[in-house]
Structure formats: C-alpha cells, structure tokens
C-alpha cells in the first residue's frame, strides 16, 4: 500500500491555500500528497491538475502520515464519525475554530495532535497563523508541521489552552480590517473621490501602518501622536473614536468571536 506525506481532507479557500502553499515552496511533490474532498466537482478539478484523490476519509488517514483537517468546524462531527480505524502515530492537523485538542481524541484516540489557526491572506502567501500542539508531538514533528504553515505565511506558537483568544487577533481580524478599510473608502467616495484611488490610498495606508509597527521600536501610542498634530484634523476624527468608545466597540467584537469559537467546540 503506497504510503503518503501528506493527506488534507476538505480543499476549500483555506485547504487550497495550504496545498498550494506546500506545494510552490517545494515541502511535497504532488505524488507525495493524497486529497479528498466531498464536492465531486472540486475531486474533478484536482485529479485533472494531477493530485491523486482517494476515495473517502477513511483512505486518506490510513494512508497519510499527516492529515490536515481543513474542514469547518460544523462538518467536524459528522466527518470523524465516518473515521473507522486509525493507524498509531498519524499526526492530525486541525484548522477548524473552536476544535479543541480533546475533542478530537474523543473521536481518533490517542494519536499526535496539532491545532492551527491560520487566515484567509494565506490566499496570497501573506498568512498569519497560531499554533499548539498535544504532548505526545516530538520537537521534530512539530517543526514540520509548522514548516506546512511557514509556506503560506508567519506561524506563531501558543498554548491550545489560548487558541480560542487568538481567533479574533488573527483569524478573524480580516473580515474586521476589511470592513474598517470599505467604511474609509466609502466615506471617500461620499466626498466626490475616485472608488479606486480611494481603495489604493486606503489599503496603503493599512499595509504602511502595520509596518511601521513591525518595523520601528517606537510603541503604538507614540506612533498615533506622530500622526496627531495639537487641534489638528487627525485629533478630531479620533476624539469621535474615543467618544464612540471604539476600543471597546473592539473588544466587544473579540468576546463575540470568542464566545462562538466555544460554542462551536460543543456542537
């Protein structure tokens, strides 16, 4: 029985930009990875691409010595339910928000664990993903595994006790960054100002702040002061922040996130 690297069940945005990932960065050959996924139209454009497909779950864990679990976490359930035996030493990757490391021993016994929280920009190479691990994962499986993520991004590890915090700071924070930049552009655009010189302006503006975060050592606080001259535009629109209560409009959001995270973890 021909034994493969890498098994990823479910090839969605997120699987695919995983598989992708490995793949361009040159961790796997395409013959080294075995795929599944439930919609036969996704099998059919893989297969025609050259990725071998198996035939269900069962296939991909018995033959896989990593299976990524790129599935959401409503599917989780009924997917391992389908699992029927599990070889011993199969490391299992779980992408899914709110799985917990225990849940999944539930279902696959004793086995190695990781569980990750990547983002969508992995889309584009750009991730940013959490990371923890079970005890039973040795150093050099874990290094491994964080080499998949490495490829689609930057990989940061934490305690799987703290995963279901992190899930607003990175996994969610697009959809959050996506609809404060579209409220920016839109306000623009309301003041007579091109939608696509808005959207330019606006992304650059993101993308420039977060490095100079990264890339300066001066602290957050100092570098809004840099920006606000003493009764000057910036204080004005900020001063509404502040009255509008922003950060904790923030916070609110977060706990929310938070809160879903572990009720999708007992479903």
């Known amino acids: 029985m021909k034994q493969y690297k890498l098994g990823l069940l479910g090839i969605g945005k997120m699987g695919s930009s995983i598989l992708n990932g490995v793949i361009n960065s040159k961790l796997y050959q395409k013959e080294e990875v075995l795929l599944f996924d439930i919609n036969e139209e ?20 018995q033959k896989s010595d990593m299976v990524i679990l790129a599935l959401k976490p409503q599917a989780f359930t009924q997917t391992l339910k389908k699992i029927k035996v599990t070889p011993q030493n199969t490391v299992f990757i779980s992408i899914a928000a709110g799985i917990t490391i225990d849940f999944l021993r539930e279902y696959l016994g004793d086995q190695k664990y990781i569980r990750v929280m990547p983002n969508t920009p992995a889309l584009i190479g750009m991730g940013a993903t959490a990371i923890s691990k079970s005890a039973e994962v040795d150093v050099k499986t874990f290094e491994k595994v964080k080499t998949i993520f490495e490829s689609i991004g930057m990989v940061k590890e934490i305690d799987e006790e703290k995963m279901n915090g992190i899930i607003p700071l990175n996994g969610s924070m697009p959809a959050y960054l996506y609809y404060f930049i579209q409220g920016f552009i839109e306000s623009a655009v309301k003041e007579g100002i091109d939608y696509s010189i808005a959207k330019d302006l606006a992304c650059h503006a993101v ?3 977060a490095n100079m975060i990264l890339q300066t050592d001066r602290t957050i606080d100092e570098l809004i002061n840099d920006v606000c001259s003493p009764k000057g535009t910036t204080i004005a629109g900020l001063e509404v922040l502040k009255k509008r209560k922003f950060l904790e409009i923030i916070d609110e959001a977060s706990q929310a996130c938070i809160k879903r995270s572990k009720e999708l973890g007992k479903m």
């Open 42 to 61: 996704v099998k059919k454009l893989y297969e025609e691409k050259g990725y071998e497909i198996a035939s269900d779950e069962n296939e991909v864990i």
């Open 207 to 209: 993308i420039g702040s």
